[in-house]
Structure formats: C-alpha cells, structure tokens
C-alpha cells in the first residue's frame, strides 16, 4: 500500500517562500501512480490543486499560483517537493500530497487520487 507523508514548517511568514517534502512509501514515484500532485484546503473553503508532478518528469500548475509555484522530485529518495514564494496570509491551509492514475486539475476532488497524505497545517502570519 503506497503511503505518503508530508513534511516541512507549520508556520511561516508573510513574503517567505514554503518548502514542503512528501515521502513516498510502500510504492515507487516512478511506477506506482501516474501522478503525484500537491492540492491544499484553507480553513473553511474547498480542495485547491496547485500542481502535479507526472512519472515522465513533466510538471503542471495552476495558472493562478504558476508565477509562486515550484514542484520537483528526488526519484533517489522517493520523494517530491513544493515551494511557494511570496506568501501572504491567504496562502494558510492543510496542504497535502497525493498520488493517482490522474492529473486532477483546478475541478480536483479526492476520488481523482488514490493516495493521499494526512496533510499539514501550514499558517502564514507574522
């Protein structure tokens, strides 16, 4: 059973960029799904896709968080990464990892990944 594991700080300030790892076990980022995909919640409000990462490499963003959005992976450590710059307090959310057969998108919903991490809370506040 692949498991996912998201990682990084639980506050962060106003104009800093967030840095977060998933970890990928009981699977490979190379094989075990076709997509693995970063989406956040903020308090209050619905699923938010930000981007995934495909097997071949290719990356896709949400073209209102492109400009700040950065994804990449270490296939050595099985392993994928976010990096959000310029946050402001509107970027506070449990931000979470997933892996599945889709890329999801800006209509994503939780059926679309098979995988999921438990998420990380994730405040923007000075």
């Known amino acids: 059973q692949v498991q996912l594991q998201e990682s990084g700080p639980d506050l962060v300030k106003p104009s800093q960029t967030l840095s977060l790892t998933c970890t990928v076990s009981?699977?490979?980022?190379?094989?075990?799904?076709?997509?693995w995909a970063w989406i956040r919640q903020p308090p209050g409000k619905g699923l938010d896709w930000m981007g995934a990462?495909?097997?071949?490499?290719?990356?896709y963003y949400n073209p209102s968080l492109k400009s700040r959005t950065s994804i990449s992976r270490d296939t050595s450590k099985n392993q994928f990464f976010l990096q959000l710059s310029s946050l402001t307090p509107e970027d506070t959310a449990v931000y979470y990892c997933?892996?599945?057969?889709?890329?999801?998108?800006?209509?994503?919903?939780?059926?679309?990944?098979?995988?999921w991490g438990q998420g990380t809370e994730v405040t923007v506040s000075s």
């Open positions: 990462i495909a097997v071949d490499g290719s990356i």
């Open positions: 997933a892996g599945g057969s889709s890329l999801g998108g800006l209509s994503v919903q939780r059926t679309d990944f098979g995988s």
């Open positions: 009981g699977g490979s980022i190379t094989t075990s799904y076709d997509y």
